[in-house]
Every structure is written in structure tokens, then in C-alpha cells.
Nanobody, 115 residues
Framework: QVQLEESGGGSVQPGGTLRLSCAAS????????MGWYRQAPGKERELVAI???????DYADSVKGRFTISRDNAKDTVYLQMNSLKPEDTAVYYC?????????WGQGTQVTVSS
């Protein structure tokens, strides 16, 4: 059983920065992919960014150029650097790991962008 623990959420003003961390209980290099999703009130959960063991990355169009996903295999941790935050980035952010046939989720961390 893999456990994922997010941290780093909080409240910031528009234009601010946050870095989210996702610490995994297992070796992340063994996962097919790890990613960050978010869910805003009244909306469906959506993919924000994803990274593969070969460090291939992909991003939602809404965050391209502002967010960066990275991984540290030695620490079994995935990060999401969020710059130039906008009010529409406000959501609960969830860490995700895929290890077929299983998929794992963290508990989520709240990010609020408001003036």
C-alpha cells in the first residue's frame, strides 16, 4: 500500500508563489507516473501536471509557463512549483501515483489565491 502525503499549501496573493511537496511511502521510480491534480469548489478534479520516470512532463494549458513539476527519487518526493498564481488556481491540490493496476491519491492540500 502506497501512501502519499502532500504539504506546502496555503494562502497567497495573486502573483505569489508556492511549492507543493508530495512524499511517497514507496520508491517513486517504480511508478508509471506521478502527478498533481486539483479540484475547485463545484468543479471536477482536473489534471495539473504529470511526470514520468524518464522525467517526461506534461501540463494543463492553464498552468503552462507558470507551474513546474519535478521529482527527487532519492527522497521519494515530487514537487509542484507554482509561480504567478492566479485566483483561478484556488483549489485543493492532490498528489497522484500510478502503479498498475493500482492508483493512489493523497489527502489533498488547500491552495487559496486571493487579495
Amino acid at each position: 500500500q502506497v501512501q502519499l502525503e502532500e504539504s506546502g499549501g496555503g494562502s497567497v496573493q495573486p502573483g505569489g508563489t508556492l511549492r507543493l511537496s508530495c512524499a511517497a511511502s514507496g520508491a517513486i521510480f517504480s511508478f508509471n507516473a506521478m502527478g498533481w491534480y486539483r479540484q475547485a469548489p463545484g468543479k471536477e478534479r482536473e489534471l495539473v501536471a504529470i511526470i514520468t520516470p524518464r522525467d517526461t512532463t506534461d501540463y494543463a494549458d492553464s498552468v503552462k509557463g507558470r507551474f513546474t513539476i519535478s521529482r527527487d527519487n532519492a527522497k521519494d518526493t515530487v514537487y509542484l512549483q507554482m509561480n504567478s498564481l492566479k485566483p483561478e488556481d484556488t483549489a485543493v491540490y492532490y498528489c497522484n501515483a500510478v502503479q498498475p493496476p493500482f492508483e493512489y491519491w493523497g489527502q489533498g492540500t488547500q491552495v487559496t489565491v486571493s487579495s
